[in-house]
């Protein structure tokens, strides 16, 4: 079993790590990370509609290799923190150009079913709120969604910036139990 995790935080060891760490301790099988704040160079999308007729994207860069690491893939993880209710900005740019999965639409070849499994893990600064992880959630669930992906669940994270997921026993076996989901 392959898992890909498009992680999205500008902070390499800060508390969105934290629990992708904590979920890839009940996760089986080879585990690529593709970090989008130090990932090889990756432009954004610019609209050409190349993939609407061809599944490719006009763009030659970084990307060539993402597209590969997906399609060799089981299962699809997204880690983010929310910045003003969310995705980060690196991790937008890295989703929109996964734009030819969903010009399958377009070009008639979708997958009719989900084909991958996949999951979320969001983490907030600020401290509880209603709806605070509402955006990302659109966004994520979404684009699991667009690449044939069936979202097995979400995990957030309020106020990491006093609490911790490694001091949260609650939070770190949410994760574990959602890994094991993608194991099945």
């Known amino acids: 079993m392959k898992t890909l995790v498009l992680f999205g935080a500008a ?58 690491k997906y399609e060799e893939a089981d299962n699809i993880v997204v880690a983010t923190p929310m910045y003003f209710h969310s995705v980060t900005g690196e991790l937008k740019v890295l989703i929109d150009r996964f734009q030819l999965y969903w010009a399958g639409h377009v070009r008639k070849d979708k997958p009719e079913s ?32 667009d690449l044939s992906t069936k979202c097995e669940g979400i995990i957030t994270f309020a106020n990491t910036d006093v609490d911790k997921v490694e001091e949260s026993e609650e939070i770190r076996k949410q994760a574990f139990e959602l890994a094991q989901k993608l194991n099945r």
């Open 11 to 68: 902070r390499e060891n800060g508390q969105t790590k934290a629990l992708l760490n904590a979920f890839l301790e009940g996760l089986e099988g080879e585990v690529e990370i593709i970090d989008a704040y130090r990932m090889k160079e990756v432009a954004p999308c610019k609209d050409c509609r190349f993939c609407w007729y061809k599944k490719g994207c006009s763009i030659k860069d970084g990307m060539q290799e993402i597209y590969k």
């Open 114 to 145: 989900f084909i991958k499994k996949g999951a979320i893990l969001m983490v907030g600064g600020a401290p509880s709120f209603e709806k605070q992880f509402l955006g990302g959630e659109i966004v994520l669930t979404n684009f699991l969604k």
